[in-house]
């Protein structure tokens, strides 16, 4: 049985951020709210969990996952970023965009696009994600929660819990979330629209 935390999403409750942290790195999976739309994360050095959101999500090892960062600062240990790279970047985070970047050796090369060694990347902007960022000190590891069969992710923390008590460690309902992805833009060279999702990517000049 998952554990079920009702976290405010203006003003996340300080004791239950720690408790949700401690959970991930005891080796916990956690459905939490962003600002694109729910999202299922562990450790990013925690193989059992990444293997069991592969299981939940029905997905191979080809599928691409995120990290999710508290800041631009964070997100530039984890990739390499250079200039022109960067201006694009603050300009669109935080927000519901993610960005493929070359990643840096902090990247567990099991977690990265195995071909060009890229890695998806992001800063959002919901304050839960981002307490939970701020506590945890480090990226979590982060897939879409889209099960398999369904057209949109669940937007609903009880609902989430109904269908996942059983295989997920702790929901957190941050109240009514989107069902919208987020805005995918390969950032290796040029700006290269993957997904149209809740980001205008008119942003990066698309």
Known sequence: MSQFFAIHPDSP???????????IRSGGLVVYPTDSCYALGCHLGDKDALERIRRIRQVDEKHHFTLMCRDLSELGTYARVDN????????????????????TREVPKRVMQAKRATIGLRVPQHLVALALLEELGEPLLTSTLLLPGD?????????????????????IDGGHCGTNPTTVIDLLEDPVLIRQGAGDASVFGL
Not at 13 to 23: D, G, T, W
Not at 151 to 171: A, D, F
């Open 151 to 171: 057209e949109w992710p669940p937007t609903e923390g009880w609902e989430i819990r109904e269908r996942l008590e059983h295989e997920v460690e702790l929901v």
């Open 84 to 103: 022109r790279q960067f201006r694009y970047l603050k300009s669109a985070m935080p927000g519901p965009y993610t960005v493929i970047l070359q990643a």
């Open 13 to 23: 409750q300080p004791r239950l951020i720690k408790q949700a942290v401690e959970i």
